[in-house]
């Protein structure tokens, strides 16, 4: 009879343990409790497309989908860093995300664009597609280090994978720990060389806008709006250096409005980095549609 109480209650737990990482994989924003996700924060109702404009439908549950739905900090939120230090610079922003920094000198540019991407195929429960490669040019899937497996760095050099883990462990407090090590070791350099590059002509919300090496940068096309004309506006997110509050620029040309005409050629000047000679990349929407 104990036996058999035993067998049942770890089948409650395992079942208790599989409904909860259900729940957290299925929520929009799995960083925020729910209260915190509020509907009325969302970026598509924070921003209003301008007269003769309407926002480009796109496919429900694809990462432009999600990236309309991103929640918001309240109006007048200062740029902060990971210290929480108030920086200079804030008349560039037009809204900043509610997405935690952490306390690392970590979440910069293309970090935040690869935090994003995680966060997004954790709240479709696609996780298990998650990679980028590191600067060296390794592979380092989140599923490797999800089963146990950990990255073997010796100077700054990854010498290959070994068992540190005791146990696999898919939860999304590890997810978040393996971000940090994403972030350490990649950056615009790796992902301008392992994205595919899109056209001007055929950019969208969700692309990137990427100047890759060292120093690089990278900016995140959030929205788009159109016109009868067939002209588009978008909506621009950044993080920066040094980690600090992912945030909506503002265009310093264009009547101070957060939507930027990109154009079809030509260089694109932002509050923050001037792109002479502007490339866009996609990250790998194939990924979204398994």
Same mark, same amino acid.
């Given at each position: 009879?104990?036996?058999?109480?035993?067998?049942?209650?770890?089948?409650?737990?395992?079942?208790?343990?599989?409904?909860?990482?259900?729940?957290?994989?299925?929520?929009?924003?799995?960083?925020?409790?729910? +209260?915190?996700?509020?509907?009325?924060?969302?970026? %598509?109702? %924070?921003?209003?497309?301008?007269?003769?404009?309407?926002?480009?439908?796109? +496919?429900?549950?694809?990462?432009?989908?999600?990236?309309?739905?991103?929640?918001? /900090?309240?109006?007048?939120?200062?740029?902060?860093?990971?210290?929480?230090?108030?920086?200079?610079?804030?008349?560039?922003?037009?809204?900043?995300?509610?997405?935690?920094?952490?306390?690392?000198?970590?979440?910069?540019?293309?970090?935040?664009?690869?935090?994003?991407?995680?966060?997004?195929?954790?709240? %479709?429960?696609?996780?298990?597609?998650?990679?980028?490669?590191?600067?060296?040019?390794?592979?380092?899937?989140?599923?490797?280090?999800?089963?146990?497996?950990?990255? +073997?760095?010796? %100077?700054?050099?990854?010498?290959?994978?070994?068992?540190?883990?005791?146990?696999?462990?898919?939860?999304?407090?590890?997810?978040?720990?393996?971000?940090?090590?994403?972030?350490?070791?990649?950056?615009?350099?790796? !992902?301008?060389?392992? !994205?595919?590059?899109?056209?001007?002509?055929?950019?969208?919300?969700?692309?990137?806008?990427?100047?890759?090496?060292?120093?690089?940068?990278?900016?995140?096309?959030?929205?788009?709006?159109?016109?009868?004309?067939?002209?588009?506006?978008?909506?621009?997110?950044?993080?920066?250096?040094? /980690?600090?509050?992912?945030?909506?620029?503002?265009?310093?040309?264009?009547?101070?409005?957060?939507?930027?005409?990109?154009?079809?050629?030509?260089?694109? !000047?932002?509050?923050?980095?001037?792109?002479?000679?502007?490339?866009?990349?996609?990250?790998?929407?194939?990924?979204?549609?398994?």
């Amino acid at each position: 009879m104990i036996r058999w109480f035993w067998i049942a209650s770890g089948c409650m737990l395992w079942f208790l343990g599989s409904a909860h990482r259900s729940a957290e994989a299925g929520r929009l924003h799995p960083w925020l409790s729910p +209260k915190k996700a509020a509907k009325k924060t969302q970026l %598509r109702y %924070r921003f209003s497309v301008p007269r003769g404009y309407r926002r480009v439908r796109v +496919k429900r549950g694809s990462f432009a989908w999600w990236l309309r739905r991103l929640p918001m /900090a309240s109006k007048g939120t200062p740029i902060r860093d990971y210290r929480g230090r108030r920086l200079a610079g804030q008349s560039r922003r037009a809204g900043v995300v509610r997405l935690d920094v952490g306390r690392y000198n970590l979440q910069q540019c293309a970090d935040s664009v690869m935090r994003l991407w995680g966060e997004y195929l954790w709240s %479709r429960g696609l996780q298990r597609y998650y990679q980028f490669r590191l600067t060296s040019g390794h592979r380092n899937p989140w599923k490797r280090w999800a089963r146990g497996d950990r990255l +073997k760095i010796v %100077r700054g050099r990854m010498r290959g994978w070994r068992r540190r883990a005791r146990r696999p462990n898919a939860s999304y407090r590890s997810f978040r720990k393996y971000l940090r090590v994403v972030m350490m070791y990649s950056g615009t350099a790796s !992902l301008s060389r392992e !994205l595919r590059r899109v056209p001007r002509r055929r950019i969208q919300a969700g692309d990137l806008l990427m100047q890759g090496g060292y120093p690089g940068h990278v900016i995140l096309l959030l929205d788009e709006a159109r016109n009868a004309k067939g002209e588009s506006l978008f909506l621009l997110g950044q993080g920066l250096m040094p /980690a600090q509050s992912f945030h909506v620029l503002r265009s310093s040309q264009q009547r101070r409005s957060p939507w930027f005409h990109l154009g079809r050629s030509g260089r694109i !000047l932002t509050p923050s980095w001037d792109f002479p000679h502007p490339k866009f990349y996609r990250l790998p929407h194939r990924s979204s549609t398994r």
